[in-house]
């Protein structure tokens, strides 16, 4: 064996692994990608759930999107506010305010829903809502309870409660929009997490009609509107809305509402004390009237006589 031929050829290919690395480096020194210094910083202040409530690919689309300046600091909800302003001091900008937003779902009715058939299939909502062209309730607009928001929380937020209809643990939520975007009936909204007060319906048909397939739907009779002093609630397409901005949290609506369709709702002892107190203020406003009106009759005798 000759090892002179063996020894150049190792020699040989030591020299071109030296070259092909000296090649490889400057390839990589010369096409080098610069990755901005921050994008790992605001990457760290994310959720990390990759949930997409965001609406970009997972976590990383987001800080780039962010850094890009394509989305805004507070684009990942489950981050919090404190994260966002952590955010906001990286890129160099004032931290964000206001309050924090929370899921709500517009629906109280589950069990007080009246049911055209008991549905028996893939526990989803959307694939419910393809049975029978999705008449499972006879209202329209209700919750149908199979729990499609709940499979797309991945924060424990949103159950089925007693009832059959979701509900929101407000504590938990990050509002990612995960389980909006799961609900073929779009009845969850993002409600202030520091207002106590909501309309649990959405049921727009008029109210004859609405009171027939739930029991706790809001049938429109205005008599919320009639009470808020403030101007915070008001009937729009036959069901009521709540301005955020005026609501005080008094809870006056929710005692009128006939119906309990109004977040928190009142015990029996409170609506009769609500509706002692209507009917007192409507004799002391009727007699003030009589004597108004006495006062104004008696003036206009003295005139004449």
Do not use: W
């Amino acid at each position: 064996m000759d090892f002179n031929i063996i020894i150049f050829a190792v020699a040989v290919l030591g020299a071109l692994a030296v070259i092909f690395g000296l090649v490889l480096a400057i390839a990589a020194k010369v096409f080098e990608v610069k990755v901005d210094e921050r994008l790992p910083l605001i990457q760290e202040c994310l959720a990390g759930a990759n949930c997409g409530g965001c609406g970009y690919p997972g976590c990383a689309g987001c800080a780039e999107a962010i850094l890009a300046g394509k989305a805004p600091v507070t684009a990942c909800a489950p981050a919090g506010p404190e994260n966002a302003a952590k955010i906001a001091a990286i890129m160099g900008m004032e931290a964000p305010s206001g309050e924090k937003m929370v899921a709500h779902v517009l629906c109280n009715g589950g069990t007080n829903a009246k049911k055209n058939f008991e549905y028996r299939g893939v526990n989803d909502c959307l694939a419910a809502t393809k049975v029978c062209g999705g008449s499972v309730l006879d209202c329209k607009y209700g919750c149908l309870g199979f729990g499609s928001c709940v499979a797309a929380c991945q924060f424990d937020a949103i159950h089925i409660g007693e009832n059959g209809a979701a509900v929101v643990d407000k504590d938990a939520c990050t509002n990612c929009g995960a389980c909006r975007e799961a609900c073929p009936r779009h009845l969850i909204v993002e409600v202030p997490y520091s207002k106590k007060v909501f309309v649990n319906c959405s049921n727009k048909d008029k109210g004859a009609a609405a009171a027939k397939v739930c029991a706790v739907s809001c049938i429109g009779c205005g008599l919320c509107e009639r009470t808020c002093k403030f101007d915070a609630i008001h009937v729009v397409n036959n069901v009521a809305v709540i301005d955020y901005d005026k609501c005080k949290g008094c809870t006056m609506c929710a005692k009128a509402c006939p119906k309990n369709a109004i977040e928190p709702i009142p015990t029996a002892e409170e609506k009769e004390k609500f509706k002692a107190a209507q009917k007192a203020a409507a004799e002391r406003k009727a007699a003030a009237a009589k004597a108004a009106a006495e006062k104004a009759a008696a003036e206009a005798a003295q005139k004449t006589e």
